[in-house]
């Protein structure tokens, strides 16, 4: 079963940064478009970004345009996510996955243990 291993988690106060790594193996990592995906405490797990196979073309979601930035190195089998102006409202499970597709859809439902992310005030 393939299941991404994401890092780079923590404590952070308003207004500060984090990147997360993602570690991708089990499928040909270069030929994927990768997501980000969050679930805070008492919703549903929702998009955040995605970029494609080619790394040409990036998704965000509305709430993290202009603060977050998705990478992705191929030769590393490695996902990013560069966090900025982080908000007490980015709190939440962050979790990498393989899309279905250049949508914002997983491939499957094969979630990894996701990583902490939590913002103070």
């Known amino acids: 079963q393939v299941q991404p291993v994401e890092s780079g988690g923590g404590l952070v106060q308003t207004g500060g940064s984090l990147r997360l790594s993602c570690a991708a193996s089990?499928?040909?990592?270069?030929?994927?478009?990768m997501g980000w995906f969050r679930q805070a405490p008492g919703k549903e797990r929702e998009f955040v970004a995605s970029?494609?196979?080619?790394?040409?073309?990036?998704d965000y979601a509305d709430f993290v345009k202009g603060r977050f930035i998705i990478s992705r190195d191929n030769a590393k089998n490695t996902l990013y996510l560069q966090m900025n102006s982080l908000k007490v409202e980015d709190t939440a499970v962050y979790y990498c996955?393989?899309?279905?597709?250049?949508?914002?859809?997983?491939?499957?439902?094969?979630w990894g243990q996701g990583t902490q992310v939590t913002v103070s005030s």
């Open positions: 970029i494609h196979w080619s790394g040409t073309y990036l």
């Open positions: 996955t393989f899309l279905r597709g250049w949508v914002r859809e997983p491939l499957g439902d094969n």
């Open positions: 089990g499928r040909t990592f270069s030929s994927y478009s």
